[in-house]
Structure formats: structure tokens, C-alpha cells
């Protein structure tokens, strides 16, 4: 997200209207291969024409003009870029117009009430596309992919501060896990927080054995359990502190093959950063002390716990833009995996 987004947007979002207006799209409809021939390969041809004035809406052949209109609409959608027509990629051809319209209009509608300190250097983080961008002088330096929260523990839209990066966390577990998992584990498995390295603590920070507590009652709620910092950690080896009402940050994993995952909602709620060491490097910038690549990896290797605060707090948002327009006026969509855009169109 950078500053003209919501104005990209709102243009894009009537530019969709128009095209709406005017009957909107075909549907493609079929599966379709580079070298294919016929009447579906002119409605693709007319479908990508809708959004994209730089394919010729003639021609019954898939040659490699539309093979390149292919990807670049898959590019747009954040699909792979196959230059093929199957799965994913038909499904989102296939979407109707006055959806994508209401899309755009939607996350322009949330972008009009986001107040962000944008400044040289932020961060930005958009939900529906499981990504995390460092800006730096209005440009995208660093992209990151990310795991956000599940369809049932929704990552919230947040505009705060970075304040610092906390270098071999530990991991203290909020009282819904606590309520939902950890206690239905230790009831058939009293072993469970022990094997996570995760101690149980009273309201005077002592230590208790697990063993005496009755996983089954309410009393089980009143305990703090926190994770022992290591490479067994679920914030992994870094956590970017931006203080917020929701308790909500971004940090490491231990469970990285994860970002290979095409679908990426899968955390309670924070974001999980792939390459978030490289990321933590770009905010320690103007930090204390002499930090590379080098020195962060020894620091991490030795275990030992260090927060860098940083000399000037860095900006970061986590939008939710399921349709959003760039400077040049490029078009991206998402999918609304939490059904915010259906929550809004039926709003008052």
C-alpha cells in the first residue's frame, strides 16, 4: 500500500462500474492450453480484453500474444504464471464483473478510513494477499510472503508503530489457545507442555508442575504458560514488537515449509514473515549498535535473548484490500477469504 492507493483505487473501482454498466464479460468456461483453437479461445480473448486494451479481441488461436495476456492477468491475481487456463486461474476468469466492481470499491471504502503516518520508511502488510512490503521512498524494496490468521481467528486491520525486534523470543500464550488447545491436550496427554518446552507460571512468576493443575477446570485459566525461546519456539527465532489493542504482531516460525503453501491462512491471527531476518536487518538500520546478516546470525545461534529498540519507530498497516489499484493503474484482486467485502456491501 503507498499513498495513491486509495485514490488508484476509487478510479479503478468506477472504471469497473463502467465495464459493468456496459454488460460486463464472458465467461471463458472451458480449460485451455497455449495452441488451442476455436470459440473458446475468442471469449478468453474478450475476457482478458475487458481489463487489459493490449489484447486483440480477435484471433481463434492461443499463440504466444495471449499466452503473455495469461500471465499477466495471473500476475495481477497472484497465481502462478503458467500462461495456462485451468483450476485457479479459469475459476478467477470466471468471477463476474460486478464482483470485482464491488471489490475494489469495498477496499476503497476501508482505505478512507485508515489514518497512516506514511513516511520515508513503513511497513505494510495486506491480509488477502498473505504479503508484507518494506517501503522506502514510496518504492517496494523488500516483499515478503506470509502466513496470516485462519478464517477463525482473523489477522485485524492495525495502523501502529514498529517500536523493536526482539531477538530470541519467548512465547507467552494467550488464554483463547490456553482454553481451546492447550488445555484438551494436557487433559488426554500430561506430557503435551513439557515436549513444547512451555512452562506454567503463577501470578508471582513461580513455576509450577502442570501435574497439579486440573486441565478441566476454569482454574486451568488463571496460570500464565510461556514458551522457552529456541528453535522449538511458534515465534521462531524473531518478533517485531508494534504495540496495538488487538496483541497482535509479526515474527518467525519454525514450520517455514509453510510459506510454500499457495493457501497461507493458517495462524491465530499474527504474521508470520518468511525471511523475516532480512526484514528485522532493514528496521535495525538506525538501531544501536553494528547490525549485518553476520552479527544477527551469531546473536541468534547463542540464545540469548536481545530487544533492539529502534531509534525511529517504523511505521506499519495491515489493510485489507481484496481489490486495489497501483500508481500505473494496474488492477489486483484477491480472495475475500474472511467475507469482509459481503459484511460491508450489506452495511448501511
Not at 62 to 82: C, E, I, N, S, Y
Not at 88 to 115: G, K, W, Y
Not at 168 to 178: A, D, E, G, M, Q
Not at 282 to 288: E, I, P, R, S
Request: with cysteine; net charge negative; hydrophobic share 40%.
Amino acid at each position: 500500500m503507498q499513498p495513491e492507493t486509495f485514490f488508484a483505487t476509487s478510479k479503478a473501482a468506477e472504471r469497473y462500474a463502467e465495464i459493468v454498466d456496459k454488460g460486463g464479460w464472458p465467461r471463458v468456461g472451458a480449460k485451455l492450453n497455449p495452441g488451442a483453437k476455436g470459440a473458446a479461445v475468442q471469449a478468453l480473448r474478450r475476457r482478458l480484453a475487458a481489463e487489459d486494451d493490449t489484447v486483440a479481441t480477435t484471433g481463434l488461436v492461443f499463440d504466444a500474444a495471449l499466452v503473455q495476456a495469461v500471465k499477466r492477468f495471473q500476475l495481477r491475481m497472484g497465481l502462478r504464471q503458467t500462461g495456462v487456463v485451468a483450476g485457479a486461474t479459469l475459476h478467477e476468469l470466471d468471477v463476474p464483473a460486478d464482483v470485482r466492481q464491488r471489490q475494489l470499491a469495498a477496499s476503497a471504502q476501508r482505505l478512507s478510513n485508515v489514518e497512516f503516518p506514511y513516511g520515508p520508511r513503513y511497513v505494510a502488510v495486506n491480509i488477502p494477499s498473505t504479503a508484507v512490503d518494506a517501503v522506502e521512498g514510496d518504492h517496494v524494496v523488500r516483499r515478503y510472503a506470509a502466513i496470516v490468521g485462519d478464517p477463525d481467528h482473523h489477522s485485524p486491520e492495525v495502523s501502529t508503530k514498529i517500536m523493536a525486534v526482539k531477538i530470541n523470543p519467548t512465547w507467552t500464550l494467550p488464554v483463547s489457545i490456553i482454553k481451546n488447545e492447550i488445555a484438551p491436550k494436557m487433559q488426554h496427554d500430561p506430557n503435551y507442555l513439557s515436549r513444547m518446552h512451555i512452562r506454567v507460571l503463577s501470578h508471582q512468576g513461580d513455576e509450577v508442575d502442570p501435574r497439579r493443575i486440573d486441565w478441566s477446570s476454569e482454574r486451568a485459566l488463571n496460570y500464565t504458560l510461556r514458551q522457552d525461546s529456541g528453535a522449538h519456539n511458534s515465534l521462531g527465532s524473531i518478533r517485531i514488537s508494534m504495540p496495538n489493542s488487538h496483541a497482535v504482531y509479526m515474527h518467525d516460525t519454525p514450520t517455514r515449509n509453510l510459506f510454500a503453501n499457495d493457501y497461507r491462512f493458517l495462524s491465530h491471527g499474527c504474521v508470520r514473515v518468511q525471511g523475516v531476518d532480512e526484514l528485522a536487518l532493514w528496521l535495525m538500520q538506525d538501531a544501536a549498535g553494528q547490525w549485518d546478516q553476520e552479527t544477527l546470525k551469531a546473536k541468534i545461534a547463542s540464545g540469548e535473548q536481545e530487544e533492539v529498540r529502534l531509534n525511529h519507530p517504523v511505521p506499519v498497516v495491515w489493510v485489507y484490500m481484496t481489490g486495489w489499484a497501483s500508481a500505473d493503474g494496474t488492477v489486483h484482486f484477491r480472495d475475500d477469504v474472511y467475507g469482509v467485502d459481503e459484511g460491508d456491501a450489506l452495511a448501511p
